[in-house]
């Protein structure tokens, strides 16, 4: 009979390899979106410095002019202003009207501090892109991705719970690490990314079912209200307290000054900035008014709010961040995965982890063909299969950080103008990934790694220079210095992409080593590359 | 996927000797133990199909059944269960790759999926 360590190790391994190329994309992907909205930034240089938020009542009222005169019989009106970083740094004004033919038609405006709009950039997806592919995969409808999505976090999950009770010593482990053991140092580098970073592990995969929950177990929904055709609404009511909008009575009556409604706001909830003034009915006198705060400032994924009425300015309700119930919970798992309230400290501490969370993945992944290559030896069928897999392990995991480089290349280097161009720059992502994944097939293993790893150290030391050789905003004018404030934000894209330079040209040295292209001291070994030493 | 052709071969023939040894029979997972001693360790194609399917649709109405007996509004109830569903489903594929025979598997779910779904109709009132 197999012992349960035995039985979790055998799930720790098949659901690993099951999803494991779609969960190192996740992490990857997902970890870049800690920096989404300064990538956005960075991919659109065309834009001015951000706006600062010095007077919000007057903001607001300069969005709420510019919304009235773009569209003046809109049902709503939607202001948020600057303050977080989880928004283009500029005003941003949503309109929402009914058509005479009863279609919704939607508008969105951003400004600049005097009220002028934002000039045009070149058509990117910007961060946003590569951040949501991360549960949506891009090509694919959302919906289904969202699925796939559900399913490789529900796989990480059993991987890791199993990965647990797999380990016998996992204190031990975490400082294990025997280098240049071959298989054992696969093993070992495993065991100790994944158990560094295991509290990181479970809560971002936790969270992230969590956030696909409404797709994802939408059968919840029917279990507990049925199926007709008023689920729907019932659900949206009762479960997160969304409900009809009222209906204008087309009496015609002023918008209430908003001025004394943000002092309000700011009287009842000490703690919370004003972010989002969403306007319903305006100029009706059913009209509200709701001032929310930003779920940057907090860890909850819940942003507090008051509600007035649009006429008398009376307060209708008020919410604050719930902390109690178990929406709560999930709120918190969610805030937790997004990593928005993490300031600049922190936020590096997340990247880091989602780097050693693809890292975790990565020398699983390595470490099955090794094992795999082991038990094969003399059966030439399975040998065959595995040699495939091994050549695809090559592309897919160096194969991928290249290709998400070649997503900046492509935002700097595809002509402004073309038609569809945001969709070209990830169209060169997946282009480049697939070429890498077909590079990796062609060639044998370890040069291929070399190669790869050697690649994705200049192309990512290169972005640097490639920014200074396209735009003024490069680490020349973007790094703080003493008696320069600088542009942090752009600056520190720019310096990840050296860091993530370097740490690849490290690991690609280490390649070089074991394939005996250098020695120890970083000399060439004469003769070396015609021969490359043979695979473990 | 490498190994697959010998791998899904010794699977199959696990299947048949499963379904000879009958579903309660305890020599069956002894049986499957020792084929796999011989051609290797089964593929865990049937218990990932099991896991997988049956493991959704079991969590689901187990989570369901579990928070519609509990004191509280429909809406908490709900919340409540897409907090806990994800777990129960993890926990459900770690239960089904602890146990040494798939059919057990299968079993023990179908058993759940009955239970869960009787509560359900009890506590919801019939299809709602």
Same mark, same amino acid.
């Given at each position: 009979?197999?012992?349960?360590?035995?039985?979790?190790? $055998?799930?720790?391994?098949?659901?690993?390899?099951?999803?494991? $190329?779609?969960?190192?994309?996740?992490?990857?992907?997902?970890?870049?979106?800690?920096?989404?909205?300064?990538?956005?930034?960075?991919?659109?240089?065309?834009?001015?410095?951000?706006?600062?938020?010095?007077?919000?009542?007057?903001?607001?009222?300069?969005?709420?002019?510019?919304?009235?005169?773009?569209?003046?019989?809109?049902?709503?009106?939607?202001?948020?202003?600057?303050?977080?970083?989880?928004?283009?740094?500029?005003?941003?004004?949503?309109?929402?009207?009914?058509?005479?033919?009863?279609?919704?038609?939607?508008?969105?405006?951003?400004?600049?501090?005097?009220?002028?709009?934002?000039?045009?950039?070149?058509?990117?997806?910007?961060?946003?892109?590569?951040?949501?592919?991360? $549960?949506?995969?891009?090509?694919?409808?959302?919906?289904?991705?969202?699925?796939?999505?559900?399913?490789?976090?529900?796989?990480?999950?059993?991987?890791?719970?199993?990965?647990?009770?797999?380990?016998?010593?996992?204190?031990?482990?975490?400082?294990?690490?025997?280098?240049?053991?071959?298989?054992?140092?696969?093993?070992?580098?495993?065991?100790?990314?994944?158990?560094?970073?295991?509290?990181?592990?479970?809560?971002?995969?936790?969270?992230?079912?969590?956030?696909?929950?409404?797709?994802?177990?939408?059968?919840?929904?029917?279990?507990?209200?049925?199926? @007709?055709? @008023?689920?729907?609404?019932?659900?949206?009511?009762?479960?997160?307290?969304?409900?009809?909008?009222?209906?204008?009575?087309?009496? @015609?009556?002023?918008?209430?000054?908003?001025?004394?409604?943000?002092?309000?706001?700011?009287?009842?909830?000490?703690?919370?900035?004003?972010?989002?003034?969403?306007?319903?009915?305006?100029?009706?006198?059913?009209?509200?008014?709701?001032?929310?705060?930003?779920?940057?400032?907090?860890?909850?994924?819940?942003?507090?709010?008051?509600?007035?009425?649009?006429?008398?300015?009376?307060?209708?309700?008020?919410?604050?961040?719930?902390?109690? @119930?178990?929406?709560?919970?999930?709120?918190?798992?969610?805030?937790?995965?997004?990593?928005?309230?993490?300031?600049?400290?922190?936020?590096?501490?997340?990247?880091?982890?989602?780097?050693?969370?693809?890292?975790?993945?990565?020398?699983?992944?390595?470490?099955?063909?090794?094992?795999?290559?082991?038990?094969?030896?003399?059966?030439?069928?399975?040998?065959?299969?595995?040699?495939?897999?091994?050549?695809?392990?090559?592309?897919?995991?160096?194969?991928?950080?290249?290709?998400?480089?070649?997503?900046?290349?492509?935002?700097?280097?595809?002509?402004?103008?073309?038609?569809?161009?945001?969709? $070209?720059?990830?169209?060169?992502?997946?282009?480049?990934?697939?070429?890498?994944?077909?590079?990796?097939?062609?060639?044998?293993?370890?040069?291929?790694?070399?190669?790869?790893?050697?690649?994705?150290?200049?192309?990512?030391?290169?972005?640097?220079?490639?920014?200074?050789?396209?735009?003024?905003?490069?680490?020349?004018?973007?790094?703080?210095?003493?008696?320069?404030?600088?542009?942090?934000?752009?600056?520190?894209?720019?310096?990840?992409?050296?860091?993530?330079?370097?740490?690849?040209?490290?690991?690609?040295?280490?390649?070089?080593?074991?394939?005996?292209?250098?020695?120890?001291?970083?000399?060439?070994?004469?003769?070396?590359?015609?021969?490359?030493?043979?695979?473990? | 996927?490498?190994?697959?052709?010998?791998?899904?071969?010794?699977?199959?023939?696990?299947?048949?000797?499963?379904?000879?040894?009958?579903?309660?029979?305890?020599?069956?997972?002894?049986?499957?133990?020792?084929?796999?001693?011989?051609?290797?360790?089964?593929?865990?194609?049937?218990?990932?199909?099991?896991?997988?399917?049956?493991?959704?649709?079991?969590?689901?109405?187990?989570?369901?059944?579990?928070?519609?007996?509990?004191?509280?509004?429909?809406?908490?109830?709900?919340?409540?269960?897409?907090?806990?569903?994800?777990?129960?489903?993890?926990?459900?594929?770690?239960?089904?790759?602890?146990?040494?025979?798939?059919?057990?598997?299968?079993?023990?779910?179908?058993?759940?999926?009955?239970?869960?779904?009787?509560?359900?109709?009890?506590?919801?009132?019939?299809?709602?």
């Amino acid at each position: 009979m197999q012992t349960l360590r035995q039985s979790m190790s $055998w799930m720790h391994t098949w659901t690993g390899l099951l999803f494991g $190329w779609v969960l190192y994309f996740m992490f990857l992907t997902g970890t870049a979106g800690y920096y989404d909205a300064e990538m956005d930034r960075w991919m659109r240089p065309e834009h001015p410095a951000p706006v600062e938020v010095t007077d919000p009542a007057a903001f607001v009222s300069m969005g709420l002019d510019h919304a009235a005169a773009a569209a003046p019989d809109a049902t709503e009106y939607r202001v948020f202003l600057p303050i977080a970083r989880t928004t283009t740094p500029f005003v941003r004004v949503f309109t929402t009207s009914q058509s005479e033919d009863g279609e919704i038609v939607r508008g969105r405006y951003e400004l600049l501090a005097d009220g002028s709009p934002l000039p045009a950039a070149r058509d990117t997806g910007g961060g946003q892109t590569l951040y949501r592919m991360h $549960w949506t995969f891009h090509y694919i409808p959302a919906v289904i991705g969202e699925f796939i999505a559900g399913l490789a976090a529900v796989f990480m999950l059993a991987a890791i719970i199993s990965g647990i009770i797999t380990h016998k010593k996992i204190f031990s482990d975490f400082f294990t690490l025997r280098l240049a053991k071959g298989q054992r140092s696969w093993l070992d580098s495993h065991n100790v990314v994944s158990v560094m970073t295991l509290p990181y592990q479970i809560m971002i995969t936790f969270s992230g079912i969590l956030l696909v929950m409404t797709t994802f177990f939408l059968p919840i929904f029917i279990v507990h209200y049925g199926y @007709n055709e @008023n689920t729907q609404n019932t659900v949206l009511e009762e479960v997160f307290g969304i409900t009809d909008p009222v209906e204008r009575t087309g009496e @015609n009556v002023a918008l209430i000054d908003i001025a004394p409604l943000i002092a309000r706001y700011e009287e009842l909830l000490p703690d919370e900035r004003v972010y989002i003034v969403t306007i319903t009915n305006p100029g009706d006198s059913t009209s509200t008014v709701q001032l929310s705060g930003t779920i940057a400032d907090g860890v909850l994924r819940e942003p507090a709010s008051v509600k007035f009425d649009g006429v008398t300015g009376e307060v209708l309700t008020v919410s604050r961040r719930k902390i109690t @119930n178990t929406m709560g919970v999930i709120n918190l798992l969610e805030g937790l995965h997004e990593g928005l309230f993490a300031g600049p400290v922190l936020r590096i501490g997340f990247v880091i982890s989602g780097l050693m969370g693809g890292g975790m993945i990565a020398t699983g992944l390595v470490l099955w063909t090794k094992k795999r290559r082991q038990k094969l030896r003399g059966d030439d069928k399975a040998e065959r299969n595995l040699i495939i897999i091994e050549r695809l392990n090559v592309g897919v995991i160096a194969g991928l950080p290249i290709a998400i480089a070649a997503l900046f290349y492509a935002n700097r280097l595809v002509p402004v103008g073309i038609e569809g161009r945001a969709e $070209w720059e990830v169209n060169v992502m997946f282009l480049t990934w697939l070429a890498l994944i077909v590079h990796g097939l062609a060639r044998k293993p370890q040069s291929a790694w070399l190669e790869q790893l050697s690649a994705a150290a200049a192309v990512f030391a290169f972005i640097p220079m490639l920014n200074a050789l396209t735009t003024d905003k490069h680490l020349g004018s973007t790094l703080p210095l003493p008696g320069r404030p600088g542009d942090p934000d752009l600056a520190v894209i720019d310096l990840w992409f050296l860091v993530i330079g370097a740490g690849f040209a490290y690991v690609a040295t280490i390649a070089a080593r074991k394939s005996g292209k250098i020695n120890k001291k970083g000399g060439a070994i004469e003769g070396a590359a015609s021969e490359p030493a043979p695979a473990e | 996927m490498p190994h697959l052709p010998i791998a899904f071969k010794s699977y199959l023939h696990n299947l048949a000797a499963d379904w000879r040894a009958g579903l309660a029979d305890k020599s069956q997972s002894q049986k499957t133990m020792e084929s796999a001693k011989k051609g290797g360790k089964p593929a865990p194609w049937a218990r990932l199909v099991i896991a997988v399917f049956l493991g959704y649709l079991a969590a689901t109405l187990a989570t369901g059944a579990l928070t519609s007996l509990l004191p509280i509004q429909r809406g908490e109830q709900t919340v409540l269960s897409l907090l806990l569903v994800g777990l129960v489903y993890a926990a459900l594929f770690v239960y089904v790759f602890a146990l040494s025979g798939w059919s057990r598997a299968l079993r023990d779910l179908c058993i759940l999926c009955a239970v869960s779904g009787g509560v359900l109709v009890l506590t919801k009132g019939l299809l709602f």
